[in-house]
């Protein structure tokens, strides 16, 4: 069974904070791996793309990928009120089109 | 460019009726896969069509179906709605499949089943 585990949260930061998102995954043959966010009411949006381990970096967002411990992880710098949603992680597991979803994690970022 | 366009937005249903939702993907766009995202659930995959044929399925009942035309919108079909089919349906559209570029999802049809 190929899973996608993310603690459900609520997370909640100051404004100003890094907020830091994991998510686990089951298989060590999984090839991409995806960070979207869901504001309450709307629909999932792609923020980070991830491929190889390391970081990747785009604007406030760092998307952390370590292969052989099987995680994945999004930073978000200087958090602000409008980063408050719900963030999900996708997998891509060996040879399938098709991405395996966490349940998200809920996020806060408070004044 | 133009986005995902899903219709209706919104629909209200009995128990036992039937229901088709479309999805308009972005240009150029061939794969269509759809979700049903509940808050027990998170999202569950239902199927994906890539070229006019389904290529993936999920873990859904026969109640559930779907194709694609060769302008490759994509249409999803529920018959004899239950209640626990009260969800939110969203299509999302790639250009190969979601393997190397995510999706972009539509703003998704909020089903009701009464």
């Known amino acids: 069974q190929k899973e996608v585990e993310q603690n459900s949260g609520p997370l909640s930061v100051p404004e100003g904070a890094i907020a830091s998102l994991n998510c686990t995954y089951s298989?060590?043959?999984?090839?991409?791996f995806f960070w979207y966010r869901q504001y309450s009411g709307k629909s999932p949006e792609l923020i980070m793309s991830?491929?190889?381990?390391g970081d990747k970096e785009d604007g406030r967002f760092t998307a952390q990928l370590n292969k052989a411990s099987q995680y994945v992880s999004l930073l978000i710098r200087d958090s602000q009120p409008s980063d408050s949603a719900t963030y999900l992680c996708a997998v891509n597991f060996g040879g399938s089109y098709i991405p395996t979803f966490g349940r998200g994690t809920s996020l806060i970022v408070h004044p | 460019k133009a986005g995902v366009t899903q219709t209706p937005r919104y629909l209200i249903k009995t128990r036992g009726q039937q229901v088709t939702l479309s999805c308009s993907p972005i240009s150029g766009h061939r794969s269509v896969s759809w979700y049903q995202q509940t808050p027990g659930q998170g999202l569950q995959f239902l199927f994906e069509y890539f070229s006019e044929t389904q290529r993936n399925k999920g873990n859904f009942p026969g109640r559930f179906s779907g194709r694609q035309f060769s302008n490759s919108r994509s249409e999803m079909n529920v018959s004899t709605l239950e209640l626990g089919d009260s969800a939110l349906y969203l299509c999302a559209s790639s250009l190969e499949g979601g393997t190397s570029y995510g999706y972009t999802f539509g703003s998704g049809t909020r089903l009701t089943v009464v």
């Open positions: 991830i491929y190889s381990n």
């Open positions: 298989d060590r043959v999984s090839q991409s």
